[in-house]
């Protein structure tokens, strides 16, 4: 299980270190891919008008990254309204000191916050317990592995514990949530084409709907080699800050056309005009399939919600089953479940 936050189109970074993994998972695992649109307003509910919006995006680019809704289950997660009533019921067992020790909230806060007064300010009682609603998020598909990177971990850890309480409190011997195991993923570092971290919000990035011809002007501007003044001057693949590394995503290290382009850069026998040239189409070539799939669903909107509420009922459907059990475990009537 996992999910993304509905917050615009999603670049090559999202691609290269969510998307692919995924797409591998999927035909692995019983597997549950989710656009969290409540996350996104922990931190963007003043922008609420832009979250629909957002979920077709997010959902066009999964579909055109090749996220398949015949093989997983794709959905919006306020379209399983289960999954909130399960945040309810774990927040009555959640301690407050648990959410206050999230380390990853003290970064949330730092980033939307210049000042402790602004913090206070910025911290709701949403973002307080969106470790809750993460947990729910997993533990309503009784999620087994969760793709996540390293700094992810503490999330994972607090889902776990959420399980373990339960599990002790009213399982009664009985195992009614698995405790959830974090399945660490590569996660390349996309850079910029300023070579800094690669995100939308630095006005930086290369993103999956781009047109080719978008993306060519945008690979043109890559930053290169900063010591290699003039064409005859031999250029440093190390000290490429970013079309090499790009090349050493898009092709095999050591290969013939890996190796071509490392000898004509450090023999001068490519200027790095003709360099990014060249990187752009390998780009647009890789992504041209994509970019089509995509399309596709762009025109077809119908279909697209036809995909979504399909896999929203998918989705409802289990997460009622477990709803059922917590209720029963719990022995209370779940009042909701019978309307
Ligand atoms: S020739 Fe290519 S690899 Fe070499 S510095 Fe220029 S852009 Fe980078």
Same mark, same amino acid.
């Given at each position: 299980?996992?999910?993304?936050?509905?917050?615009?189109?999603?670049?090559?970074?999202?691609?290269?270190?969510?998307?692919?993994?995924?797409?591998?998972?999927?035909?692995?695992?019983?597997?549950?891919?989710?656009?969290?649109?409540?996350?996104?307003?922990?931190?963007?509910? !003043?922008?609420?008008? #832009?979250?629909? %919006? =957002?979920?077709?995006?997010?959902?066009?680019?999964?579909? +055109?990254? /090749?996220?398949?809704?015949?093989?997983?289950?794709?959905?919006?997660?306020?379209?399983?309204?289960?999954?909130?009533?399960?945040?309810?019921?774990?927040?009555?067992?959640?301690?407050?000191?648990?959410?206050?020790?999230?380390?990853?909230?003290?970064?949330?806060?730092?980033?939307?916050?210049?000042?402790?007064?602004?913090?206070?300010?910025?911290?709701?009682?949403?973002?307080?317990?969106?470790?809750?609603?993460?947990?729910?998020?997993?533990?309503?598909?009784?999620?087994?592995?969760?793709?996540?990177?390293?700094?992810? !971990?503490?999330?994972? #850890?607090?889902? %776990? =514990?959420?399980?373990?309480?339960?599990?002790?409190?009213? +399982?009664? /011997?009985?195992?009614?949530?698995?405790?959830?195991?974090?399945?660490?993923?590569?996660?390349?570092?996309?850079?910029?084409?300023?070579?800094?971290?690669?995100?939308?919000?630095?006005?930086?990035?290369?993103?999956?709907?781009?047109?080719?011809?978008?993306?060519?002007?945008?690979?043109?501007?890559?930053?290169?080699?900063?010591?290699?003044?003039?064409?005859?001057?031999?250029?440093?693949?190390?000290?490429?800050?970013?079309?090499?590394?790009?090349?050493?995503?898009?092709?095999?290290?050591?290969?013939?056309?890996?190796?071509?382009?490392?000898? #004509?850069?450090?023999?001068?026998?490519?200027?790095?005009?003709?360099?990014?040239?060249?990187?752009?189409?390998?780009?647009?070539?890789?992504?041209?399939?994509?970019?089509?799939?995509?399309?596709?669903?762009?025109?077809?909107?119908a279909q697209l919600y036809k995909v979504l509420e399909h896999?929203?009922?998918?989705?409802?459907?289990?997460?009622?089953?477990?709803?059922?059990?917590?209720?029963?475990?719990?022995?209370?009537?779940?009042?909701?479940?019978?309307?």
């Open positions: 299980m996992s999910g993304m936050r509905p917050t615009g189109r999603l670049h090559l970074g999202h691609y290269f270190g969510v998307l692919v993994n995924w797409v591998e998972f999927q035909s692995q695992y019983d597997s549950y891919f989710s656009i969290v649109d409540w996350h996104a307003l922990t931190t963007k509910y !003043e922008n609420s008008q #832009e979250i629909d %919006r =957002n979920i077709l995006e997010v959902a066009l680019d999964w579909l +055109g990254a /090749g996220i398949d809704p015949d093989q997983c289950t794709l959905y919006v997660q306020s379209g399983v309204p289960e999954i909130a009533e399960l945040h309810l019921i774990l927040s009555m067992l959640t301690k407050q000191n648990w959410v206050e020790r999230e380390p990853t909230l003290k970064d949330m806060v730092r980033m939307l916050a210049t000042d402790e007064e602004e913090a206070k300010d910025k911290l709701t009682y949403g973002m307080l317990g969106y470790p809750v609603l993460m947990a729910a998020d997993i533990l309503s598909f009784k999620g087994e592995l969760i793709p996540v990177g390293k700094d992810q !971990e503490s999330h994972l #850890e607090f889902a %776990r =514990n959420l399980a373990r309480k339960f599990n002790s409190l009213y +399982g009664q /011997g009985q195992e009614i949530f698995p405790e959830p195991k974090p399945r660490f993923t590569e996660t390349p570092l996309l850079k910029g084409i300023d070579g800094q971290k690669m995100g939308k919000s630095f006005n930086n990035d290369i993103k999956l709907a781009d047109t080719a011809e978008d993306t060519a002007a945008k690979v043109k501007k890559m930053i290169t080699d900063r010591t290699r003044i003039a064409k005859s001057d031999p250029g440093h693949t190390d000290l490429c800050e970013v079309p090499w590394p790009f090349y050493n995503i898009f092709l095999p290290k050591e290969s013939d056309a890996w190796l071509k382009v490392k000898t #004509e850069c450090e023999t001068a026998q490519i200027g790095c005009v003709d360099c990014k040239k060249n990187l752009a189409v390998l780009i647009n070539e890789y992504f041209a399939p994509i970019r089509e799939r995509r399309e596709k669903f762009v025109k077809d909107e896999g929203n009922q998918k989705a409802r459907k289990v997460a009622k089953a477990t709803l059922a059990q917590v209720y029963e475990a719990m022995k209370m009537k779940n009042w909701s479940l019978n309307r």
